[in-house]
T-cell receptor, first 116, second 113 residues
Framework: GNSVTQMEGPVTLSEEAFLTINCTYTATGYPSLFWYVQYPGEGLQLLLKATKADDKGSNKGFEATYRKETTSFHLEKGSVQVSDSAVYFCALSDLGGGGSNYKLTFGKGTLLTVNP | NAGVTQTPKFQVLKTGQSMTLQCAQDMNHEYMSWYRQDPGMGLRLIHYSVGAGITDQGEVPNGYNVSRSTTEDFPLRLLSAAPSQTSVYFC????????????FGPGTRLLVL
């Protein structure tokens, strides 16, 4: 079946530091890959996505590149801000196991805290 | 355009009680789903629907029922609540079959005593 593995948290950084959150996946087909962000007390919202190999998703200074050869979709940001403090989820959407409907599979989430 | 709405925001139940978590969307999305979020577990799919009248099980369906009589609404029913169902529940919707961007509601926090 499909699975997503992302780096364990929590991650604590100082403002303006460089961020990397690793994400690797296992899928049976050709998945779309996503990063969702959950701010305290809120639901998840899409941060960025990529639908095919070598695509780069980007938003709000965050980037991730779909690497099929390494089955990875690592999230990066060059200079984090206090407002980036949140839980980040890597996810994939695929048919998975030959089913007829796409399903979204999430990683366990990584808590990021950015200190001033 | 309210997006995805969920009620209630917070609920306390006793073991064995029943309740319905409401979810509604006003974006005319065909695909809707329910997830539960537990510490260290990420989000796990409970049930999903690809259109009115069509539902299917996700990863953790036991103890939950769903129905989809309209495009807008997708309620989740707990027939006999158990402490193991203490969790935060999120409803989501999307335009397509689940490969598209999911739009999440604000969540319902459920405590079963």
């Amino acid at each position: 079946g499909n699975s997503v593995t992302q780096m364990e948290g929590p991650v604590t950084l100082s403002e303006e530091a460089f961020l990397t959150i690793n994400c690797t996946y296992t899928a049976t087909g050709y998945p779309s890959l996503f990063w969702y962000v959950q701010y305290p007390g809120e639901g998840l919202q899409l941060l960025l996505k990529a639908t095919k190999a070598d695509d780069k998703g980007s938003n709000k200074g965050f980037e991730a590149t779909y690497r099929k050869e390494t089955t990875s979709f690592h999230l990066e940001k060059g200079s984090v801000q206090v407002s980036d403090s949140a839980v980040y989820f890597c996810a994939l959407s695929d048919l998975g196991g030959g089913g007829s409907n796409y399903k979204l599979t999430f990683g366990k989430g990584t808590l990021l805290t950015v200190n001033p | 355009n309210a997006g995805v709405t969920q009620t209630p925001k917070f609920q306390v139940l006793k073991t064995g009680q029943s309740m319905t978590l409401q979810c509604a969307q006003d974006m005319n999305h065909e695909y809707m789903s329910w997830y539960r979020q537990d510490p260290g577990m990420g989000l796990r799919l409970i049930h999903y629907s690809v259109g009115a009248g069509i539902t299917d099980q996700g990863e953790v369906p036991n103890g939950y029922n769903v129905s989809r009589s309209t495009t807008e609404d997708f309620p989740l029913r707990l027939l006999s609540a158990a402490p193991s169902q203490t969790s935060v529940y999120f409803c989501a919707s999307s335009t397509g079959s689940g490969r598209e961007t999911q739009y999440f509601g604000p969540g319902t926090r459920l405590l079963v005593l």
